[in-house]
């Protein structure tokens, strides 16, 4: 654990959440991310799943949450099973978490280790009509490999034919739409992270370095400060590559009089932040690339001032269109007579900017929630305008985290320098 220990009061409110939501005739199981093969014998990093996460605070793989809404008490509402520490696995792997520790991580008393789960599991199911599954249900998620959950979901048709089955996922989405003051406490600090290492590595950028080079100082300084490194894979693209949305091979040589366009953000304590900025690769912008920037910065301005409790982020998306249209018109990119004959479905502005302008922010980068969800205080959301001029190298994409309150909204990234003068004043600190 790179992070100081969270209270599990967090993650007891977050499993109260749930616990609300289920029926007393119903149990729900949660499982921990699988250790993804890599190659040989060889693993890529753990990631733990948010959902458990979210629940339990625990980082484990192989673990296994259980929720008992039914349950006459209190601490029985809650089992948790986690692998066994065995002298045999900790020479290998270091210590496995014992089940005191697990208690104090997360707050539940029930501890039981993972080799028992299916023996267990049965005794609890006869008591029990309707099971509760979890599953990924993002939309844009697309995998071929079955995970966990899903995997469990086939055992339980086949052993459990008469069990009636429901999902757990919409419930878990509307839980972690609203965050508590601790998950934003953890946000904020992510933010905080990625605007130091942001300002730690600006003055460094010159030209003739690889864009890779951009990529390595900001995981230096996310480690340095804490963080278990990118939120996700970092953008960090010059030129023409400033035009690819999600360009992530970062391996081209800067060269002078260009722009570096980098969507990064660090990772801390599971919790995301998620900027953009443009930075010139000489010490100062072009007149063309100052035009394009305080165009999507005006954008970017107009769209803030729209997001706030009540609305959507379709509702201010399309602000956001009418906006870019208008400083795609004076930029000389479009004219009256494009948008007049614009085909319905696909309108002029599409050619210079085609991505949403916000998501929700949180445990995962691009968190649960659908563009319709109306916002709360408490949520977190992105935004994103951007301007891409293909034939021209320019591609223009400023981003800041927001959250919602109660008074208007904050943006947790205020602190990260984005006008242009600050940004060259960054450019030009080593001289």
Not at 110 to 115: G, L, N, P, W
Not at 167 to 181: F, N
Request: with cysteine; net charge negative.
């Amino acid at each position: 654990m790179k992070y100081p220990a969270i209270s599990n009061q967090l993650f007891k409110k977050n499993r109260e959440k749930v616990l609300r939501q289920l029926p007393s005739n119903a149990i729900a199981v949660v499982h921990s991310n699988d250790q993804m093969p890599r190659n040989g014998d060889l693993f890529f990093p753990f990631r733990q799943h948010s959902d458990l996460f979210y629940l339990t605070g625990i980082e484990q793989e192989k673990t296994i949450l259980v929720l008992l809404p039914g349950a006459k008490n209190e601490d029985e509402k809650a089992v948790l099973f986690i692998i066994e520490p065995k002298p045999e696995i900790e020479t290998w792997e270091g210590k496995k978490l014992s089940k005191t520790q697990a208690q104090e991580i997360s707050g539940i008393t029930q501890i039981e280790f993972e080799h028992t789960f299916h023996i267990l599991f049965a005794k609890i199911l006869q008591q029990h009509n309707v099971v509760y599954l979890n599953k990924n249900e993002n939309p844009r998620l697309q995998t071929f490999v079955k995970s966990r959950d899903e995997r469990f979901k086939r055992i339980i048709r086949k052993r459990f034919p008469e069990k009636q089955i429901e999902r757990l996922a919409p419930i878990l989405t509307e839980c972690r739409l609203r965050k508590e003051p601790e998950e934003i406490g953890l946000i904020t600090k992510a933010c905080d992270i990625t605007t130091k290492a942001f300002v730690s590595t600006i003055p460094h950028v010159k030209p003739g370095m690889y864009e890779y080079e951009i990529e390595a100082l900001l995981t230096k300084h996310f480690l340095e400060h804490g963080a278990s490194g990118h939120a996700f894979e970092p953008i960090i693209a010059s030129g023409t590559n400033s035009c690819y949305l999600h360009y992530t091979k970062n391996s081209n040589t800067i060269q002078n009089d260009s722009i570096v366009l980098m969507d990064f953000g660090a990772e801390y304590a599971n919790y995301a932040s998620d900027a953009t900025r443009v930075i010139p690769t000489s010490k100062t912008f072009t007149t063309r690339q100052k035009q394009v920037y305080n165009a999507v910065l005006r954008v970017l301005r107009q769209t803030t001032q729209k997001i706030h409790a009540g609305t959507t982020i379709l509702e201010y998306q399309e602000h956001t269109k009418l906006c870019v249209q208008e400083e795609l018109l004076q930029l000389g990119l479009l004219t009256s007579h494009d948008i007049m004959h614009q085909l319905h479905g696909k309108p002029a502005y599409l050619k210079y900017f085609m991505h949403g302008v916000s998501h929700f922010i949180g445990i995962d980068t691009h968190d649960v929630g659908s563009k319709d969800v109306i916002l709360e205080p408490g949520m977190v959301v992105s935004c994103e305008p951007g301007i891409y001029i293909a034939n021209e190298g320019i591609g223009i994409r400023l981003e800041n985290d927001i959250l919602i309150t109660n008074t208007g909204n904050i943006n947790l990234l205020e602190s990260m320098p984005i006008e242009i003068e600050e940004i060259e004043d960054l450019r030009n600190s080593l001289t």
